[in-house]
């Protein structure tokens, strides 16, 4: 499945330290080249992302903000195009050690085979705030 190959390698790109250590290609090949991400702008990477160029620049930032990314449970409902993922995982913070066990729920919009729009709804952005604070 699109979003399965797409976690996968977003654990992997956050671990091997984003951008300059490791490869965006697998990400960029699960995306639309008009995909859009909405994060809440309460996050140190909030904002509007576009395209795989911005998908790349947000990995990258959270690549400097978490060490690592495991997802713990994952449930997916499909409606046509439309996928409700419910995420259960534990992030570590790279510049405090901090262990983040949280849960985001994301809408996710996917037409031909590709994610065109990603909406993630965090459990406790300041939870994330926390974890990251120095």
């Not at 977003?10 to 671990?15: L, R």
């Not at 959270?62 to 690592?68: D, G, V």
């Not at 713990?72 to 050690?97: I, K, M, S, Y």
Request: glycine share 8%; charged share 20%; proline share 4%.
């Amino acid at each position: 499945m699109l979003l399965h190959r797409f976690y996968v390698a977003e654990a992997a790109y956050i671990s091997a330290g984003g951008r300059g250590k490791a490869s965006f290609d697998d990400l960029a090949a699960c995306l639309d080249p008009k995909v859009v991400m909405y994060q809440a702008p309460g996050l140190p990477y909030g904002g509007t992302w576009h395209g795989p160029g911005g998908i790349e620049d947000f990995m990258a930032a959270m690549s400097t903000a978490w060490q690592s990314l495991e997802f713990l449970e994952q449930r997916f409902l499909v409606d046509e195009d439309a996928v409700a993922v419910w995420n259960r995982g534990r992030l570590q913070a790279r510049a405090t050690g901090r262990v983040l066990e949280t849960r985001v729920m994301q809408m996710v919009t996917v037409k031909d085979g590709l994610i065109t729009e990603f909406h993630p709804f965090y459990w406790d952005t300041k939870a994330v705030a926390d974890a990251l604070r120095v």
